[in-house]
């Protein structure tokens, strides 16, 4: 099974989510656009704008901590800043927001 960790963005909250999820990350957008309890559900404008796959829950929720850690937009704008000018022959997939390598 694989594990994801991944950043959402609201426009109308102007606010990043950082979760863990074993779900299909489209599928954990789904929800998250859901009217939900919890501090997604009070916005239905969500988009994946990073993600991480892992192989073990404890090693995505980990990567998760280490995120929520830094308390810092600037941190989390860096890391998706620098995952996608890393890219290099990847590109972004906007069904579901994650980077897809292409041959």
Wanted: a positive charge.
């Amino acid at each position: 099974m694989i594990f994801y960790v991944y950043i959402l963005f609201s426009s109308l909250a102007n606010k990043y989510y950082v979760g863990y999820t074993g779900d299909k990350l489209s599928t954990r957008l789904q929800k998250h656009n859901s009217n939900h309890k919890g501090f997604t559900g009070k916005y239905i404008d969500w988009i994946l704008v990073y993600s991480e796959e892992f192989e073990t829950k404890s090693g995505a929720m980990s990567r998760e901590r280490q995120i929520k850690s830094w308390k810092s937009r600037k941190e989390i704008e860096k890391l998706i800043a620098t995952k996608l000018s890393s890219a290099g022959s990847e590109h972004s997939d906007t069904s579901e927001g994650s980077l897809v390598r292409t041959q």
